[in-house]
């Protein structure tokens, strides 16, 4: 049986709901109609009270800021005086969320929450961190196994990709199993027919980083090809089931082939830590471009046109990439022409939905809060066109601006800001952006997704109607 979180919802009124999830989501409470329990008539409630975050058998809440606060045990968690403003009342609590257990009870008002964790009969043999080699059987539970690296090594890879790369390229055969030797499920050509040897490349720098790992330059040493490897380190233990999930759903999306998409030659898991093998972009990516400044209307049009002809092919077969940001737009040069390209598609979605990103909501992983819509805090399994939209019309705004369509501040909650925060239109932030370009990047940021472009396919026939214009 796998692990499940169970939220045994009962009131005063002798209304009760049962929720139970096995897989990576969220559960949010309030007074609104687009809360998972909505609670109209009960006055302690804030419109968006608390959100749960359920990864199983871990389960996380956090309280938004609510007027009356949140109490897990009897314990008062978060809340506000009734002088205070939501944003005072966070700078003094920063951001307060905790950790549940088995037999947890949540009270807001009159409704309660019982948490029930659910966990498989049989506990496995000791687990041991791939890095330090200590037991970690209490850090993950008793009854789950798998591979694993401790949050000890898990943070000093985090604050150091040199650190996440020598992990990777360790040589632990005796600590591990090969999957498949690493189970590498992406063979496209780079390295032949045979598994890429990395004791053949060179690694020549660190290209970028972020929460969920780094990604490298690397040359192979006999014929002085590049490519970019890309390291991914999973925040849970992963047995050989999920392991297999992610890399089968990854391939899957890489089979998808467009000349504005990143190439991907090879994917596997070694030493505890995901890797995918891709094409090399030699110019960098959007936010790398602009140096802290911003991107010129023409420039962006033409790398946004082309991100927009492979987003409507990805959506025309099915397929999100839900993490679109500057950093995912990269640029490489191809015959003196500049190419714009889409990197990670599916990794991030598939990474974060598989439960390998960890508590990713309430986690604090903000690099991603700014081109996040409403609709995926709301509901975390939501992947449709329209999520992509939001994020390229946030990015197109960003690149333009230096800011966000929703204002972000250290002593706001993040979470807060996106449900809660106005969109400011992109020209009271800089009333100098073409009025064209301006009504579509407001409407593709639109609040409500039935408001937006619903497809790439619209957006793109938009933008070509105002290129023409400028041409």
């Not at 939501?382 to 690149?399: F, S």
């Not at 932030?429 to 619209?458: C, F, K, L």
Request: glycine share 8%; proline share 4%.
């Amino acid at each position: 049986m796998n692990a499940k979180v169970i939220i045994d919802v009962s009131g005063v009124k002798g209304k009760k709901r049962v929720f139970a999830y096995e897989d990576h989501d969220t559960f949010m409470v309030g007074r609104l109609d687009d809360c998972n329990v909505c609670i109209e008539d009960d006055d302690y409630l804030s419109r968006h009270h608390f959100i749960l975050e359920v990864n199983p058998p871990h389960a996380r809440l956090q309280d938004l800021g609510s007027l009356n606060g949140t109490y897990v045990n009897g314990r008062k968690v978060g809340g506000r005086d009734v002088d205070e403003t939501p944003e005072e009342a966070l700078t003094r609590h920063k951001y307060p969320w905790v950790d549940l257990k088995n037999g947890d009870v949540i009270e807001t008002g009159d409704t309660h929450f019982t948490i029930i964790i659910q966990t498989p009969d049989q506990a496995t043999g000791p687990v041991r961190c791939q890095k330090c080699g200590r037991v970690v059987t209490t850090e993950i539970g008793a009854f789950r196994g798998g591979t694993y690296i401790c949050e000890s090594c898990q943070k000093t890879a985090e604050a150091s990709p040199f650190d996440l790369l020598q992990q990777f390229l360790a040589d632990k055969s005796s600590m591990h199993k090969s999957v498949d030797e690493a189970k590498r499920v992406s063979q496209t050509g780079f390295s032949g027919e045979e598994p890429i040897n990395f004791n053949d490349y060179d690694v020549i720098k660190t290209l970028g980083a972020g929460v969920f790992g780094a990604t490298y330059l690397i040359s192979h040493r006999p014929t002085g090809k590049h490519a970019a490897l890309k390291l991914m380190l999973p925040k849970i233990s992963v047995d050989d089931a999920v392991q297999e999930r992610f890399l089968t759903e990854t391939t899957e999306v890489h089979q998808l082939k467009h000349h504005n998409f990143l190439e991907f030659y090879e994917s596997g898991c070694k030493n505890g830590i995901f890797y995918f093998v891709m094409e090399y972009c030699n110019v960098g990516n959007l936010e790398y471009l602009r140096r802290g400044g911003k991107v010129q209307p023409k420039f962006l049009i033409l790398s946004t046109l082309q991100v927009l002809e492979a987003l409507t092919y990805a959506h025309n077969e099915g397929h999100v990439h839900r993490n679109l940001k500057p950093q995912n737009i990269l640029l490489n040069t191809l015959n003196n022409n500049l190419i714009t390209k889409i990197s990670d598609f599916g990794l991030s979605k598939s990474f974060i939905s598989n439960g390998l990103s960890g508590m990713t909501v309430t986690g604090m992983t903000a690099g991603s809060y700014p081109y996040t819509p409403r609709e995926q805090v709301l509901d975390f399994k939501y992947a449709r066109p329209q999520t992509d939209i939001w994020a390229l019309g946030a990015t197109m705004y960003n690149l333009l601006t230096g800011e966000f369509p929703r204002n972000f501040s250290y002593s706001k909650d993040p979470l807060d800001v996106i449900l809660n925060g106005e969109i400011i239109p992109v020209r009271a932030r800089d009333p100098d952006i073409p009025t064209d370009i301006a009504e579509i990047i407001d409407h593709a940021v639109q609040n409500d997704p039935a408001n937006r472009y619903q497809h790439a396919g619209e957006m793109l026939s938009a933008l070509k109607r105002v290129w023409k214009r400028q041409k």
